[in-house]
Structure formats: structure tokens, C-alpha cells
């Protein structure tokens, strides 16, 4: 069908919302609650647009397009009402940007950037809800929350836990776990997708301090289990810093705890390097070429006196599936015992 | 299941006229009401004289408990003689050609609203009833629900042989534990009857109602919040990608009507459409509930044919101002209606002529002020409210509204600023256009009506920190003149020590640091003909 976006007519498909319309025609219009994979929720007001024809703006990630539709995305009254919603927002928002973690990749400080709202005019009552840093892996800090709900229909809609909820009304409404009893005693599986959602510093890692435009993105494919997730490593110098999961991917933009937090073992002290063999008692680190060598001699000398029963070996999850079927084959065949297994049954 | 015997057309008008009688005999006992030769049966007096009562016409008649007095009044015949004569699509015909439209406030075509539902395909409809009437001071709802609830539930019936529905919800608030308990008994006695269940009169129509209360949140009458509150979610409102009509309660097609709505339903198939159409302006056909409260002589339920005017509600009917005090305003459509003035008060009562002016019909709500009511204070307590009950999902209303009511509490304190009434101009527009529900776009209307009517009052609370009716009680300042006898009894009444000091005889002074303005003062000031203490 035709429809015509700030004077330019486009052909757009029938049942697309006029905000992929407009993203399809290369026309940013600002949003803070919504995400393609969630049922649209509207709340945060800032996506309206004016239709020709109705009385008030509608929400373009609400409304769909239709035939003949007309489309003004920058006339002066919907500009007035985005910078009428980003005042209200960033009124109630602490301006603590130069220690927060998020800045440089928020939202909200982007949107004031582009609307030139340099300072939240109305000077009244500022929220004060509690920080929550129970969980292990990340933490709430409420106060910045701008309750666009993302966090809790993610966890609803797609992790499918709904450990969160909002609580209270109005003007004192909070994203909150049931009874307020923290997120360590919710039903929250530290997936952190609510994380990775949140526009602002609310929800974040617990992690080492970092600028985002200090680092790069590395794309790789997580190695926990064999869903074959992607995400992106984000660097810092030769460092891992963070992993954010990938949404152009099979595991569109989810990760679970292991994927997205589980990473500290890189840079771990405790973390092996090398082979170890035991001598007198005591590990010493080795070369793969003496690992090798030393297991050649043992199953020589071991196996005619005990049998190939006497061997077992164990892998790992962590291994490619190609690794732990040769592991398999190399114990089975070569060494000539069922004798193996993996730390997944563990 | 035991087998239980239908009822049958017969038994029904059998029941009708066996109880007849029992009724009138009653209402010529209790004497409230007269019956006239039409059979109709309406309450005497002269504060029912000027009303048109069609909503309410069995209100303070009937007793709500008994079936068979709905029955006695005609009830069910209606339900009766669509099932047996009319199609669905008769019914939706008739609806439109009614023009009934939504007593909940936004006044959209009955008719239309059913036809959308009628058409659309699906394995399920449902009818909802909307009793979470929760504008403070009105009770047309609930008094229709407590006192003629089978009304309600032969309008979902009928409705719902319309659209194709067989399942209703009433959603009622639980702070009306009356009408809860009334709607629980109507509704078991329709189902022992047989005109509510399986097979209604044999026809193979079916329509069961059941009953959800409300948990106090104010939200939940707007419709989308609602249907949200009956899947056991948190009341928010759904941002309208589909019509209610076509998506609803869990995604089927859903009618929700106003109580009020649905308690005009059986009379307009009773008594027609040409009938109905008489009443009323053509454009808002029928009659309107108000809640008729705050400063009128004789507060209370009032239902006049639409396009009356305001002042024959106020006057006529509510008998004017009380204590002879002058009209100042009246406030209209609830939390979320504007304040007409005194200058206004011709303007007839109907959907447009109301928006007009800047206010709405809203549910029925209808507040009397009087010259001592100070419009600004006015103003702050109906925001307080919205305040109160937003929800909190859309940033206008949730943050928009606070700041709005933050600049108020300041003007009515003493510490409006130059600017603030633009400031509150400019901020109630977008939070108008750009809120997600009807909550927050009509909670700007007390604030911009009374800016628009009463601009003058704002001025003297900001320029002049004054309030010139006197109520707002940090612009009050009271001082005694030189008239004062020094007879002490300001200093003795006064409740805070060192307040009035002064010897006897002598003109006595109050300490404006520590006076709490309660008045007393002046109250007790015996001097004459004019007091020593002043207010102003």
C-alpha cells in the first residue's frame, strides 16, 4: 500500500506498524519502550506521530499503516510532545551521567542529546525507590529506572520467568519482584536479558568500569552448550569486559546466565593454561607434547597388566561436539574401553 | 445435573400476571408512587416531577430481591420477544437506529460498538458490564445495581443474543458490597428461573453472567484496564492496536457497556425506537443519570431527557444553591470533567454541547459551587485525584499530571510563581495529545476549564497571594481593628497560647507567626455592626 512519510510516498507492506515503515524508509523516530520481539506496550509516548486525519498523534509502534495513510514525524506539535516527555522523564531521572556506567550508550541521554533537553525543568519530587544489588550478577538501581517496562516483558514474554512485576501507582510505581523481597529471593534465573534491554543505567552488570567507546565488539558463538548462541565480547584493550548477546542471531537478542555473565573465567588466575602432570605427589605444569607423550607410556605400560578397563576418561561441555567425539572414539577404539564421560551428566 | 423444567413463555407471563397485583397492592400501601393508566408505575413528589426516568424507572419501585417484581414491571418481556421474533441483525438495526449512545462518558454509539462485534467472526464473544463506577461523589451505577439489577442482566442478555455472545461479565467494584450482593442474588434467581443459563425459553440460546469485583483502582473503568483486570493482570490500559470489538478479553470479540447503558436496553426494545428517539436531542437520544452533589438544596439522583439545561437541574430540581448563597460553578463529567460558570448555565446537557465548552458528560457526576468555592483549590482536588489513580504506565499522565498538581499545591499555598498558569497551559496539552488512555487525556480538564473561566482567581493566588473566596487558608490573614473592646473572648477562644494577647479594654493583636487560621476569632468577635476581627 502508498503512504506518504514526512511528504515522501513509499510502498510499504500491509500489516507493518508505522514505526517499521519509518525505519524501512530511513526515518529514526525515538523510542524507549518499544522492541520488535514484544507485544508493543506504548508507555513511553515518545514514537508519536501525526496522522492525517485523527485528532490526536498516535503511537507509531501501535498503529498500523494504512492505504493513502499520510505521516508527518517532525511537524512542531509532535516535536513539542517529545520534548515535553523527555523534560518529564529526565525531571525525575538522577543526572548522574558522569558516573554512570551506562552513559554513551543510553537512550535517554541520547534522545536529550538529539532534542536538546539539557536539564529536567520541573523541580518537585523526585522518586526514591530502593537499589537492589542482591543478585550476584547485576544490579537495580531503581532510581534511574524509567519504567518503560522492557525488563518486565522481556522476562515475561520471552524468558518466560516473570520474576518482575510493577508495583504501586502512578507517579510511585516500581518495577519491583514480588513483596518487594529482592531479587535474590524471586524466581529471577540471573538470565540478565533484563539487562540487556534496559535503556538506561538501571539494570546493569556487575562489572569492571568501563567507557563504551573504549572498546570493541567481538562476535563469537557461546561455548557453554551446543544452542550455538551469539554474542558479542566487548573488549577492553585485551581484555573481556561484557558480553551482550547478539539479536541478529538464532538466539534473537537472549542469552542465560552462563552466556551472558559467565565469562570472568577468561581473565581468571585460578584458570588453566596449560597441561598438568602429576609428579611426586604435586602438579607441575607441562607442554601438550610431554601430555601427549606421558599418556602414550602409561597406556602402554598399564594396559596389558590391568586391561583397557582399568582407563577412564572424562571431557568436557565445553568442548566442541567434533572434540568430544574423537575424545569418545579415541578411548573406544584406541584404548578399547566404554569407560567415558562428560561433565554434563555431572 | 438434575433435570430441571424450562421455562416456557407462559410460565413467564403467567408469573407477570400473578405478581402484578402483589405489587401494586404494595406501592398503593407504601405511597411513594402512583400508578398511571399506561401501567407505568413512577415515584410522586416534586423533586420527581421534572424527571424522565427510564434508567431508573424501577428504582425506589421494585424490590431488587424478587424476581418476580422485575418480572411484574414488564422485565424479561423484552429478552422474551427477541428471542421468539427477532434476528441478531434486527436487534444490531434497531440499536443503531436508536442512536443509544454509551452512558460511561464517551458516548460512542451503542449500535455501532455491537455491530463491530456482530460481524466479526469467532468461536467466542463475550458481553461485559462496566460497574467500576468510580468518580468520587457519583452513584447512578450503583444505585441502578442495587436497585434494579435485573435490568443490567436482561441488556447483556439481549446483547449478547446480538453480537453472538454467551458468557458476561459484570465487573463491579467491591467498596459496593450492596450491589454485589443484589447482582450475586439476581443473578442466581434468573438462572433458577430459567431466563439465564442453557436454552433460555427453549429458543437454544444461551448467556451466563458471572460476576468480578474491582480492587479499588480507579484505572480499571477505563475498558481496556478492565478486560486486563478480568485476565487476572495488573489493571493497565492496552495501547489500541485492535478494536476491543474485534480483540478483547483474551483476544475474542467484547462488548463493555456502561451499567446505565445496559439498563436502557430492555426499554427501548419494549417500548421502541421512535419512542426512545422522542426523548432527548437527535443527537443524544434518551435520558442521562446525574449525580446531582455539593452545594444544591436537594443533592441526589437525577435523570432529565438529554439537551436539559443546567439551569433546570440546578433550579428546578435541585432547588438551587444552598443557605441562599450565589451560583458560582458547576463541575461536570467527574475527576475528568471542566467546571462550567455561572454565565454558562443555559447550556444544555448532551454530549457536544458539553465538549464545547471545554467539559464532558463523563459518567454523570454533577458538583454545585457556590460563591465560597475557591476554583483553584477546586482545580488541585480533582487533580489530586488523577493524581491518585493514574496508573503510572505513560510517562504524560504518570509524571505530567505530578507536576501539574505540584505547581497547584504551590498557587493555593502562596507560592505561585509569574508564568506558572502558562507553564500549566503548555504542560496540559501534551499531556492531552500524548497519554495512552482516556485517564490521562481528560485530566488536564478541571486545571484548563477553570483557567479559561476563573483565569482571574489564579492571578490574585499568584500576583496577589489572595484567595478571593476566602477558603484557601495560607492566603488568609486575619487581624483585629481598631474597633476592638478588648472584651477578651477572641484570646480566651483562640486554641494556640500566645496567639491574641491584649489587656482588657484594650485592642487585643494576633500573632500572624504562630496562627493556625481556624477562624475562631472572628466567629466569636461580638462587635458590632461590624467585627473588630477581619478577615481577608
Partial sequence: MNITIDGIQYEIKKNTTILQACKDAGINIPTLCHDERLNPSSSCRLCLVEVEGTKNPVTSCSTMVRDNMVVNTKSKDVIKARKDVLNLIISNHPMECLTCDKSGNCKLQDYSYEYGVAEGTFKGAKRTPKTDTSNPFYDYDARKCILCGLCVRVCDELQGTAAIGIENRGFDAVVTTPYNEGLINSKCVSCGNCVSVCPVGALSPKRQKYRYWENKKIRTTCSYCGVGCQMDLVVKGDKVVDVEPAKDALNNGLLCVKGKFAYKFINHPDRLKTPLIKINGRFEEATWDEAYRYIRKKVNELKPEYGADSFAGLTSARCTNEENYLFQKLFRAVIGTNNVDHCARL | ?536
Fill in chain 2, 1 to 536: 445435573m438434575g433435570c430441571r423444567k424450562v421455562l416456557t413463555l407462559e410460565r413467564l407471563q403467567q408469573i407477570r400476571k400473578e405478581h402484578r397485583p402483589i405489587l401494586e397492592a404494595r406501592v398503593g400501601e407504601a405511597g411513594n408512587a402512583d400508578i398511571n393508566e399506561d401501567g407505568s408505575i413512577v415515584l410522586n413528589g416534586d423533586y420527581y416531577k421534572k424527571q424522565v426516568r427510564i434508567a431508573l424507572k424501577n428504582c425506589g419501585i421494585i424490590n431488587p430481591l424478587m424476581i418476580e417484581d422485575y418480572i411484574a414491571v414488564d422485565g424479561y418481556s423484552a429478552l422474551a420477544n427477541i428471542l421468539f421474533n427477532k434476528s441478531s441483525g434486527e436487534i444490531i438495526d434497531d440499536m443503531m437506529a436508536s442512536n443509544l449512545r454509551g452512558r460511561g462518558g464517551a458516548g460512542f454509539p451503542t449500535g455501532r460498538k455491537w455491530n463491530e462485534a456482530f460481524k466479526y467472526d469467532a468461536d467466542q464473544k463475550f458481553m461485559i458490564c462496566n460497574a467500576d463506577e468510580g468518580d468520587p461523589g457519583a452513584f447512578m451505577d450503583r444505585s441502578i445495581l442495587e436497585n434494579d439489577p435485573h435490568s443490567v442482566l436482561e441488556g447483556m442478555a439481549i446483547g449478547g443474543y446480538a453480537v453472538g455472545a454467551d458468557k458476561g461479565f459484570i465487573y463491579v467494584r467491591a467498596e459496593y458490597p450492596i450491589a454485589v450482593k443484589r447482582l450475586r442474588t439476581a443473578i442466581e434467581q434468573a438462572k433458577e428461573l430459567g431466563i439465564l443459563g442453557n436454552n433460555i425459553l427453549g429458543t437454544g440460546f444461551s448467556f451466563d453472567i458471572e460476576l468480578r469485583l474491582g480492587s479499588g483502582a480507579f484505572v480499571c473503568g477505563e475498558g481496556t484496564a478492565l478486560i486486563e483486570s478480568i485476565e487476572g493482570k495488573r489493571g493497565m490500559p492496552r495501547t489500541k492496536i485492535h478494536r476491543t470489538a474485534h480483540k478483547g478479553l483474551w483476544q475474542k470479540p467484547t462488548i463493555i457497556n456502561n451499567v446505565e447503558t445496559y439498563a436502557n436496553v430492555p426499554v427501548i426494545f419494549q417500548k421502541g425506537v421512535d419512542w426512545f428517539r422522542s426523548i432527548g436531542t437527535e443527537k443524544s437520544p434518551g435520558t442521562k443519570v446525574f449525580s446531582l452533589v455539593g452545594k444544591v438544596q436537594n443533592a441526589g439522583l437525577v435523570e432529565v431527557p438529554m439537551g436539559t439545561p443546567l439551569r433546570e437541574i440546578v433550579y428546578d430540581i435541585g432547588g438551587g444553591v444552598q443557605d441562599g448563597k450565589g451560583f458560582k460553578a458547576v463541575q461536570t463529567g467527574g475527576p475528568s470533567g471542566g467546571c462550567i460558570p455561572a454565565h454558562l448555565i443555559d447550556t444544555p446537557v448532551d454530549f457536544e454541547s458539553l465538549g464545547k465548552i471545554g467539559s464532558i458528560m463523563g459518567s454523570g457526576g454533577m458538583v454545585v459551587m457556590d460563591e465560597d468555592t475557591c476554583m483553584v483549590d477546586v482545580a488541585r482536588f480533582f487533580l489530586e485525584f488523577t493524581v491518585d489513580e493514574s496508573c503510572g504506565k505513560c510517562v504524560p499522565c504518570r509524571e505530567g499530571t505530578k507536576r501539574m498538581l505540584e505547581i497547584l499545591e504551590r498557587i493555593v499555598s502562596g507560592h505561585g510563581e509569574d508564568g506558572d498558569i502558562e507553564l500549566m497551559e503548555d504542560l496540559s496539552e501534551t499531556i492531552s495529545k500524548a497519554s495512552l488512555c482516556g485517564l490521562g487525556q481528560t485530566a488536564s480538564n478541571p486545571v484548563v476549564t477553570t483557567i479559561k473561566y476563573f483565569r482571574d482567581e489564579y492571578e490574585a493566588h499568584i500576583n496577589e497571594k489572595k484567595c478571593p473566596s476566602g477558603s484557601c487558608r495560607p492566603l488568609i490573614k486575619y487581624f483585629i481593628t481598631e474597633a476592638c473592646i478588648g472584651c477578651t473572648r477572641c484570646a480566651k477562644s483562640c486554641p494556640v497560647d500566645s496567639c491574641i494577647t491584649g489587656k482588657v479594654k484594650e485592642r487585643h493583636v494576633i500573632n500572624q507567626d504562630v496562627c493556625i487560621k481556624c477562624g475562631t476569632c472572628y466567629e466569636v468577635c461580638p462587635v458590632k455592626p461590624v467585627k473588630a476581627v477581619v478577615k481577608g
